[in-house]
């Protein structure tokens, strides 16, 4: 998936800081110099919900407020949010 769409389809923000996800999903995890997350996107009953994204830091700041940008957003949803941070970190 583009950027773009899984901005537009899970309302992820880009640009963004890691304090302002932390507020949004809780499924957040600093990886490395990479911040990714497991959210949740309701699609039907008994379908997969959950997504896998992974954030780069823009800039120096590596605190959870310097700027962190969308990198990549996984194509398929997933079961449950172990399998989509497990993706996450796979692509990170």
């Given at each position: ?5 899984g ?13 302002d996800?932390?507020c ?58 172990g ?10």
């Amino acid at each position: 998936m583009t950027i773009n769409e899984g901005m537009r389809k899970y309302r992820l923000p880009n640009p963004t800081t890691a304090e302002d996800l932390e507020c949004r999903w809780s499924r957040i995890l600093n990886f490395g110099d990479k911040v990714i997350i497991a959210g949740h996107y309701y699609n039907g009953v008994n379908k997969p919900c959950y997504f896998g994204a992974v954030y780069e830091h823009l800039d120096d700041d590596m605190s959870c407020e310097g700027t962190i940008g969308l990198a990549a957003v996984s194509e398929v949803e997933f079961g449950d949010d172990g399998h989509a941070m497990a993706w996450a970190m796979q692509n990170a």
